[in-house]
């Protein structure tokens, strides 16, 4: 692939990705204006049309891994493994 290539590529990239930025935003407001009448109607859940609606509290319990490492340090870190990954980026 060539450099102009490759410039084209990228920038096509960041044009996609603002685009999706963009569809991720207006999406964000119709949600919030969902929830927002649910808020009104005081309710959690919502029927329109063949559409049921849910917006429900959930409970869920966490690990708190920085409390136990202040407490539990060498426990920690004999239950701590490495893992290897790879970061895709672009700068200019």
Do not use: H, P
Not at 23 to 44: F, G, P, W
Not at 68 to 75: A, M
């Amino acid at each position: 692939m060539s450099k102009n290539e490759l410039i084209a590529k990228i920038e096509a990239l960041n044009e996609w990705e603002a685009l999706m930025e963009e569809a991720k935003s207006e999406a964000e407001a119709i949600r919030d204006s969902i929830k927002a009448e649910m808020l009104e109607r005081e309710v959690e859940e919502l029927t329109a049309g063949q559409y049921i609606i849910r917006w429900t509290s959930v409970i869920s319990n966490r690990f708190d891994t920085t409390g136990f490492k202040k407490v539990y340090g060498d426990l920690y870190k004999a239950f701590t493994k490495q893992t290897n990954s790879r970061r895709f980026s672009i700068s200019c």
